[in-house]
């Protein structure tokens, strides 16, 4: 009889192990920082028509925004993020609000949204969002001016650190 006794132990142990296995895979699975998914993808997925519509509108409009990245130049300090933004002619588009979501592609679970503010020169705003890693980003505008809305969306590789780093 007691060579069958630690049959039971065995099996409660294999199962045990199976358990603790499956819940450890689950915990490396759910916190891993660069995994994320999108951000109400699926109310996207379903409002694919305004997004071409909103494409379309960004034609009609003619609008153009373009930017640069400057790493900070001392510790602790944030990159700084200015943008222009154009009219159809080219004129400077003063007056807008412009909001930025942006996340970087290695830890897109980490988004930063912030509002640019207008800078000193015309149709020119500027932010300073807690960029921290240099690679690729992707960056979202989206620029209202009275009843007009735009967007711009980029992905690009950019140097957020300084070069003490």
Known sequence: M??????????????????????????????????????????????????????????????????????????????????????INAEPLAGAVVSLETFHKARSEDTIRITLEPSGDAGRYRASPAMRRNGLWELRFTVTKGADTFTHNETRHLFVEGSWQ
């Open 2 to 87: 007691k060579k069958a006794s630690w049959w039971p132990a065995v099996i409660a142990s294999a199962l045990t192990l199976h358990v603790v296995g499956s819940l450890i895979v689950v915990y490396l699975a759910t916190s891993d920082p660069s995994y994320a998914v999108e951000e109400d993808y699926y109310q996207k997925a379903v409002n694919w028509s305004e997004k071409q519509a909103q494409d379309r509108r960004n034609d009609e409009l003619g609008w153009s925004l373009t930017f640069a990245v400057t790493p900070p130049t001392t510790p602790g300090e944030h990159p700084t993020i200015e943008a222009d933004l154009a009219g």
